[in-house]
């Protein structure tokens, strides 16, 4: 069984930064893509950015500019700094990769930020 695990969301001030982790564990061939996602309640989930197997990566209008992501193969992880972050971005926070030709998420990790 392949499972996700996210670490590092908590409480910020505006302005501050805070680095997300997803380890992945399991039976695991190869990942391909992966990516963060993030969802308020009662709104759609919305993909925060992508990073591929050659570490290509994209980002969403909304944070480009002020998030990163960076995978570490060796170690089945992809992480998420978060820059500048603003009240807005507060929400819970999911990584969803493609394993071995199938998706999987994470269980999520809450992001706070505010004064």
């Known amino acids: 069984q392949v499972q996700l695990v996210e670490s590092g969301g908590g409480l910020v001030q505006p302005g501050g930064s805070l680095k997300l982790s997803c380890a992945a564990s399991g039976s695991i061939r190869e990942i391909n893509l992966m990516a963060w996602y993030r969802q308020a309640p009662g709104k759609q989930r919305q993909l925060v950015g992508t990073?591929?197997?050659?570490?290509?990566?994209d980002y969403a209008d909304s944070v480009k500019g002020r998030f990163t992501i960076s995978r570490d193969n060796a170690k089945n992880t992809v992480y998420l700094q978060m820059n500048s972050l603003k009240p807005e971005d507060t929400t819970v926070y999911y990584c969803?990769?493609?394993?071995?030709?199938?998706?999987?998420w994470g269980q999520g990790t809450k992001v706070t930020v505010s004064s």
């Open positions: 990073i591929t197997s050659d570490f290509g990566a």
């Open positions: 969803n990769e493609i394993i071995d030709d199938r998706a999987y």
